[in-house]
Nanobody, 115 residues
């Protein structure tokens, strides 16, 4: 069993910053990719950013230059630093990790960008 717990969501004004964290625990030998997705009631879940075990990253075009994904392999934790937040970043953010051929999801954390 693998458990993912996200934290760091909340309400922030446009132009503000938030840092999301996701800690994985349980039967983990090695985590391959770690990623953040987001979803709104109007849109399907979409990839925000992914970081592979070697450190390479990929970002959704709309967040490039504003968001930074990072990971701490010793603590099985992935972070998402979000700066210059916009109202369109409002969504539930989900953590996702790949362990061998399996993928695991967190329960999500709400991010609301509003004045």
């Amino acid at each position: 069993q693998v458990r993912l717990v996200e934290s760091g969501g909340g309400l922030v004004q446009p132009g503000g910053s938030l840092r999301l964290s996701c800690a994985a625990s349980g039967s983990i030998f090695r985590i391959d990719a770690m990623a953040w997705y987001r979803q709104t009631p109007e849109k399907e879940r979409e990839l925000v950013a992914v970081i592979r075990r070697g450190g390479t990253t990929t970002y959704q075009y709309s967040v490039k230059g504003r968001f930074t994904i990072s990971r701490d392999n010793a603590w099985n934790t992935v972070y998402l630093e979000m700066n210059s937040l916009k109202s369109e970043d409002t969504a539930v953010y989900y953590c996702n990790v790949q362990i061998e051929s399996r993928y695991y999801w967190g329960r999500g954390t709400q991010v609301t960008v509003s004045s």
